[in-house]
């Protein structure tokens, strides 16, 4: 590895250090992290007496590992965010003129969207295991099964983030993904067992890494007895691991050189031109 390259590695953690802690002492932005989930959580707390069909197992506690992976998915997203804001605002101009520049900030925030996911993971976990009866957090497996189910899902859905940001100019453009986003999460078994959606649905739903990451918080949480209310009745550990190494693999494949193309397309004219576009937009 060039001493560049290394140099930019150290200063991409230093940087995505720096930002993952001016994020944990933000109210604002711990809110924004975990914020939804929590709120989700309470919407479910009050759904506790509904079972899943043919179980005794209350609904509210099914949710909870599909919440977190809801949750996972939109930290993700706020890379894409942060990618077109920082495109306006000249950041990654900067970033490019530096040697190996944009290595070094892609490390950072894949570092801070990394750490804040882990951080709405507890935030969300903690209460819900308090609130919630069933989740089976005593089982030796099941803290390293979630980290691991974590640290994949991660691995699958940043690099997505990466290259959507990179494909919208705007945060305003980049608003038009949620509503696709949100729409997916209603699908992917996140509040309800998705084997109660038709079958096209199913198979719409595992195309995409959200219902995998939920499908292995489930496994990971849930006891073993719930996974007859999932696809096969089987929370299928092998084909999670598949699924999301493949979104992995391809990514990481595709997201470097979409990521290089947009780099070259920086100048500090498309920057003035995008903040004067900006400064233009009715408040």
């Known amino acids: 590895m060039s001493g560049a390259r290394t140099a930019a590695y150290r200063a991409g953690f230093q940087r995505g250090g720096i930002e993952l802690r001016q994020s944990l002492t933000s109210f604002w932005d711990i809110w924004g992290a975990a914020g939804p989930a929590l709120l989700a959580v309470v919407v479910m707390f009050a759904l506790r007496g509904t079972t899943v069909p043919g179980t005794a197992f209350s609904l ?6 599909g919440i977190l992976a809801m949750n996972v998915a939109f930290v993700c997203l706020n890379l894409a965010a942060g990618l077109t804001m920082d495109r306006e605002d000249g950041t990654l101009l900067r970033a490019k003129a530096i040697p190996d520049g944009m290595v070094g900030y892609l490390v950072g925030k894949v570092l801070t969207s990394s750490g804040m996911a882990a951080v709405s993971v507890l935030i969300v976990l903690i209460p819900s295991a308090f609130a919630f009866d069933g989740l089976d957090l005593g089982r030796v497996s099941s803290w390293p099964s979630l980290a691991g189910v974590l640290a994949l899902g991660l691995v699958a859905m940043i690099p997505v983030s990466a290259v959507l940001g990179s494909m ?17 999460v209603a699908v992917s078994g996140v ?18 890494p959200i219902y995998w990451v939920g499908l292995g918080m489930r496994a990971a949480l849930l006891p073993d007895g719930l996974a007859a209310a999932e696809i096969g009745a089987s929370f299928r550990p092998l084909e999670t691991v598949v699924v999301l190494g493949v979104w992995a693999v391809a990514g990481l494949l595709v997201a470097p050189g979409v990521l290089r193309r947009m780099a070259r397309r920086e100048s500090g004219s498309a920057v003035a031109a995008r903040r004067e576009k900006a400064m233009r937009r009715p408040m």
């Open 60 to 65: 509210g506690s099914q949710a909870v590992p």
């Open 168 to 184: 919208f100019t705007s945060a305003q453009s980049l608003g038009f993904v949620m509503l696709p986003v949100m729409g997916l």
């Open 191 to 208: 509040f309800y067992p998705i084997t109660g959606f038709p079958v096209w649905l199913q198979w719409l739903a595992q195309v995409f």
